[in-house]
């Protein structure tokens, strides 16, 4: 479920808005983009793998809202983390190499 938007590290540019499939973001002009609808959130990580400033934490599990503190470094480590671990961004290699579920997929058929 999506928890944070950091104001630190948002530029606006409301790319979640527009990635996010159930609308859970609402657009503020000047400023980042408010968590409307957190309980329509599916977890799906489409806002926080668009992100280009890395200024979205997803928490995994999407049952109930999670606390989480900006301020805190291990919030700061999270935010972005999806999109870091698949290889989206700059400076970042992708893993798509590394997933071996063809292979699953080859044998089931």
């Known amino acids: 479920m999506i928890e944070l938007v950091s104001t630190a590290r948002c530029t606006?540019?409301?790319i979640?808005?527009?990635a996010c499939p159930t609308n859970v973001?609402?657009?503020v002009p000047d400023a980042p983009p408010r968590i409307a609808r957190q309980e329509d959130c599916q977890t799906c990580f489409m806002c926080e793998l668009y992100c280009p400033e890395d200024a979205l934490y997803v928490a995994p599990?999407?049952?109930g809202s999670a606390v989480v503190d900006e301020a805190e470094p291990a919030t700061a480590?999270?935010?972005g983390s999806y999109r870091s671990a698949i290889?989206?961004?700059r400076g970042r290699q992708s893993t798509?190499?590394?997933d071996a579920s063809f292979e699953?997929?080859?044998r089931a058929h």
Do not use: K, Q
């Open 104 to 106: 699953l997929l080859r």
């Open 16 to 18: 979640c808005v527009s």
């Open 25 to 27: 973001f609402e657009a």
């Open 77 to 79: 480590a999270l935010m």
């Open 12 to 14: 606006a540019c409301n």
């Open 61 to 63: 599990i999407a049952d």
């Open 87 to 89: 290889g989206w961004g």
């Open 96 to 98: 798509a190499s590394a």
